[in-house]
């Protein structure tokens, strides 16, 4: 599904943003010819569809940017080739680095989404953690933790139940910044 690091970790960006509808992977062969007439394809690493309308599909490419810096003359037509491919569909075209990857968000995502995977809507803290959240402007983890219960054990089973909610997105919380205890949160309900 992915040929990097670099990939799989841009794949789980995708996999955990709000803003993604869906993505596919080595999703077009694009066709092209070189200054000396061969014939080449290329193929880019992802196409992501957005749940905004209006919003572009992006055709992405992931590398490093020493490869790129490296192998630029050898990238540079294939890559002008996707630009003019995505563009006549409308879509648009952007090399995905590092720099845009390997960010808090991403240490957010890996830490946030397997309790996606292991808690539902369906358990029995979720009314409970949203009821107290909704009467705060916001708040931190640790204070809403202790507004249901100063007893550490109690608070325990609560703290999956919010990783979960914060990883679904009903829970708002930065995470440009680290997760912890301290982190400021607030519901969706207040703004």
């Known amino acids: 599904m992915f040929e990097s690091t670099l990939e799989r970790d ?6 955990f943003s709000a803003e993604v509808e869906s993505f596919e992977v080595q999703p077009v062969k694009i066709k092209w010819v070189d200054a000396e007439g061969k014939n080449h394809t290329y193929t880019p690493d992802v196409l992501v569809y957005y749940h ?3 919003t572009k599909p992006l055709l ?27 563009k006549e ?6 090399l995905i680095t590092e720099r845009r990857v390997r960010t808090t968000l991403l240490d957010n995502a890996k830490f946030l989404l397997p309790f996606t995977r292991r808690v539902t809507s369906e358990a029995e803290q979720v009314p409970v953690l949203l009821e107290k959240l909704a009467l705060q402007p916001s708040t931190t983890v640790q204070s ?9 054990m109690i608070q325990a089973e609560y703290i999956p139940v919010l990783w979960y909610l914060i990883g679904t997105h009903q829970v708002v ?3 440009t910044q680290k997760l912890t205890m301290a982190s400021v949160i607030r519901s969706l309900n207040n703004g």
Do not use: H, M
């Open 10 to 15: 841009w794949l789980t960006l995708l996999q």
């Open 52 to 54: 905004q309308a209006g």
């Open 60 to 86: 992405c490419e992931v590398k490093y940017r020493d490869e790129l810096r490296e192998n630029w003359t050898q990238f540079k037509p294939k890559f002008q080739a996707a630009y003019r491919y995505a």
């Open 89 to 94: 569909r409308g879509w648009r075209f952007k």
């Open 144 to 152: 809403l933790l202790n507004s249901i219960d100063a007893n550490p």
């Open 173 to 175: 919380a930065d995470l």
